[in-house]
Structure formats: structure tokens, C-alpha cells
């Protein structure tokens, strides 16, 4: 119901009527609206997380092959389930506190594993101390940062709709790999 009708649209009655339940089964489980949106975004969320665990598990497949994979395993996931997508990438990312937090936790478990990707000691080649550091945080902050708009940009009514997926796919992946190897 979220991702058909959006956070502000989409009310308890509509959530309880699609759930074929009474509304007080719902309000029984969830606080109100926020509580239950907040349950919807960490279900799609740690399904995305599964979906990155699954296609590369911990400790094997890094560098350019491994996040190929990943990039793949979850836009693969993401078409076959349009509407969790549409949930997880459609929605106001500050709509409430508890989002903003649930989005911020994402990201920064994404990013500490994107750090896998980089070179056998986590972090590029060809900088030195703190300005290496820095630039692999940005780096990887912009890689995930990427990867969750790209799929934003992919949906019905983005810029990226009408053009080929495996062109704009080839394109993510020639633009991730590019984060990886520094300058």
C-alpha cells in the first residue's frame, strides 16, 4: 500500500483492507502509521541486505568481480519485486525519525562492506594517511549513494525508464568500478 499510494497517501483503513483484517488487527501490532511504515522499509530493506550477503558472502569476491555480482544480484531482485523497490526507493527518506535512521543504518552497513571492494587492505592504492582514508570514505559513501538511485531513476516515472537496462546496467558498473580505482 506504501508504494502504491506513497507514506502521506496511504492510510491504516487502506493498509487493513488490503491485509484482509480489521483495522484494530493492525493498530494491535503497529503503533500507527509511522511504526508500520517503519516495519515495511526494514522488511524491504534487509531483503536488499540478503540479496548483497547472498551474492557475495563475506570475505570472498571482492574487488570488480565481486561487486559486479552484487550490482546484478540486487537489480535482478529489485525487477522481480517492483513494488518492495518502489517502497525502498520511493519514499521520503526523512518522512520520520525512525526512517531517517533505518536509511542511515543501511547505508553505513553498506558502505563498511563496499570497503571489501577496494584493494586487499580496504582502501585505495596511490594516496597517502588521511587524504587515502578520506577519499575511500567518499568513495564508497558515493558508490552505495549511486547504486541506491540508479534504481530510483529506473522506476515508472524516471529519467531512466525509457533507455535499454542492460545499457544503463553496463553504464553502473563501468561507473562503480571507476570509485574503486582511484586517480
Known amino acids: 500500500m506504501f508504494a502504491r499510494k506513497g507514506y502521506i497517501e496511504a492510510a491504516i483503513s487502506d493498509v487493513a483492507e488490503e491485509a484482509d483484517v480489521a483495522v484494530t488487527a493492525v493498530y494491535y501490532h ?8 517503519a516495519a515495511a522499509m526494514r522488511r524491504v530493506l534487509n531483503a ?7 551474492a557475495r558472502p563475506s570475505g570472498e569476491q571482492t574487488g570488480p568481480e565481486g561487486l559486479r555480482r552484487v550490482i546484478d ?4 531482485w529489485i525487477d522481480v519485486h517492483p513494488h518492495s523497490a518502489s517502497l ?23 558502505v563498511r562492506r563496499a570497503f571489501d571492494y577496494l584493494g586487499s587492505d580496504g582502501t585505495p592504492r596511490q594516496r597517502g594517511g588521511a587524504a587515502r582514508a578520506g577519499a575511500a570514505n567518499l568513495a564508497m559513501h558515493t558508490l552505495v549513494d549511486l547504486l541506491i538511485s540508479v534504481h530510483a531513476m529506473r522506476m515508472e516515472e524516471g529519467p531512466l525508464r525509457n533507455l535499454p537496462p542492460t545499457a544503463v546496467r553496463a553504464e553502473v558498473h563501468r561507473i562503480a568500478e571507476a570509485l574503486l580505482i582511484p586517480a
Open 88 to 110: 525502498a526507493h520511493s519514499h521520503l527518506p526523512g518522512a520520520t525519525r525512525q526512517m531517517t535512521q533505518i536509511r542511515q543504518d543501511f547505508t553505513e552497513r553498506h
Open 30 to 37: 503497529f503503533s500507527g502509521k509511522d511504526d508500520l511504515f
Open 73 to 76: 544480484a540486487v537489480w535482478d
Open 48 to 54: 536488499i541486505t540478503r540479496v548483497v550477503e547472498d
